[in-house]
């Protein structure tokens, strides 16, 4: 007996996750192009940037107008991780409709990606959660280092909960666990899943994986089985975090799609249109993808659903 959901919600993570650790930076209007072709393909929610201080990551720079070019007339999700007061404004100012808190449930890794610990990262976003939800945005959040710290080692579950508590308090109606280095296993997704359900039922729960020892999908088929119906890929594997080191690429869109397309959970997307997208990837990045599909030939084109 399982508890597979029926359908998926996949957030598009390649405009963000996935380009911010490539050297190229792509530019302003390529970005913008991808993003409607990913729409075209049928995401529905795509990360599009991030309000972060440029100078530690340039390729996050021009999120303003990355945002406010695809906003109008959009009817997807578009997401810009906020880390504090300062994220919030530039995202109210942008108009954004859609923001995710990134907090990290590790200090180690808090310390380094959002330069304070957890307790103190938590309180800003509270200070960044009442900016937006006074202006009506709404807000999803991203726990980094959820099962595995590149300092600290293993996250413990209850630790994992206990920073949901705080996220679900600061509003977040989907908070996402993050494998940011790719380092989890289906047992622990199992476990850290099961320690967050168990203190919060009703809560909305969504997985970010990365496949940096090639167990990705295994994990993403871990979370399934328990009904987890969202799901982070960054398209063609690209992605990973400046501030983990050893962090790979994402979960590919076109490998997660193509294993729920044919277990017989649909996504809306079109394999074919991604497909034809990744390939336009590939050229804004100036290199061959990393996913499993993209290495194929031929990829099979299981039926869209
Ligand atoms: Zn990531």
Redesign the pocket.
Known sequence: MTDFPDRVTITE?VLR?GLQLEPVIVPTAEKIRLAHRLIDAGLTSLEVGAFVNPTRVPQMADTEEVLTALLPGSAAMLHTLVFNRTGAERAVAAGARDVRFVVSASEGHSKANAGAGVEQALDRIDEAAEILAGAGVRTQATI?TAFVCPFDGPTAPQQVARVATRLKAAGAAVIHL?D?IGNANPSQVRETVASVRERHPDLELGL?L?DTYGMGLANAWAALSMGVAHF?ASLGGI???PFAPG?AG?IGTDDLVHLLHREGISTGLDPETLAAVRDELAIAVGHPLSSSLSQVPAAPAPPAR
Request: with cysteine; charged share 15%; hydrophobic share 30%.
């Open positions: 993570v996750d980094a993050a940011t970010h990365h982070d992605g990973g975090c962090a994402n």
